[in-house]
């Protein structure tokens, strides 16, 4: 198969393409350093002739839902109009287990960009997951100083390469309209694993939990974004990823 991966050099992208490369695809990567920009669609076109399938993996940082809702939308349009117009015949995109009661903040962009997939003409499958090892790191990051406050979150964090190698299985599969929750192998606290990474990396920092106000809050420490005990689970546990060579510490 010829598969184009859009955010295909992102924490999850990455490892979408390395996946289908050790499967034997071909792979196409469509970001903006290779020429292909999914919100303004410059590129998009050339970059999806002979594609049989579209990985989308594309992210934005935003706790507003207005403006997730919109790059969200904008990126779905884009890739929906140019897969009709090369007639790809499988559309794959990635989203959050557990996320339906919780239409607020950055969630509401991934359940508007759900709706424009299942309301597209072009086949696909949502393929949901829980949120990554890396997610730990990524909060830490945006914040500076001695002192990191974290939301209460429950969760249930799975790796981000395995993520990568469950979407190209589910491209293979063909369009099935959702497959089947992948979530991690253990129930975690943000606040724990934050607290793991920043000793693991020799790191000196203070984490504070905090529940956040409103629906987002509400849905981050209601357990919800653990997945049902339907959900296919990963193997990498959190400790055993920040052992890994995924982690780079400090990160």
């Known amino acids: 198969m010829r598969i184009a991966v859009a955010g295909g050099t992102g924490v999850v992208g990455r490892h979408v393409a390395e996946a289908a490369r050790g499967a034997g695809h071909d792979v196409v990567v469509l970001s903006r350093s290779a020429g292909a920009d999914v919100i303004t669609g410059a590129g ?48 794959v995109v990635l989203s959050i287990v557990g996320i339906d009661g919780i239409d607020a903040s950055y969630y509401a962009g991934k359940l508007a960009q759900e709706r424009a997939v299942a309301a597209g003409s072009v086949p696909f499958t949502i393929a949901r997951a829980a949120q990554f090892h890396e997610f730990a790191g990524q909060v830490l990051s945006g914040m500076s100083g001695p002192v990191a406050v974290v939301p ?29 929750d992948l979530v991690g192998p253990r129930d975690e606290v943000l606040v724990d ?56 510490r400090g990160e």
């Open 44 to 91: 998009v076109d050339a970059a999806l002739q002979g594609v049989d399938a579209v990985i989308d993996v594309t992210n934005t940082t935003t706790l507003s839902a207005a403006k997730a809702v919109k790059f969200f939308e904008t990126a779905t349009r884009n890739l929906l109009d140019a897969e009709n117009r090369a007639g790809v015949a499988h559309h």
């Open 193 to 248: 694993v934050a607290r793991r990474q920043l000793a693991f990396d020799g790191l000196r920092r203070r984490v504070l939990g905090v529940r956040l106000p409103g629906a987002y809050g509400k849905g981050l420490a209601s357990g919800s974004l653990r997945g049902g005990a339907d959900a296919a689970q990963g193997e990498v546990t959190f400790d055993e990823w920040l052992g890994s060579e995924d982690h780079v």
């Open 152 to 180: 209460k979150v429950l969760m249930r964090p799975v790796a981000a390469r395995e993520v990568g190698e469950h979407l190209v299985r589910v491209a293979e599969a063909g369009a099935t309209g959702r497959a089947r």
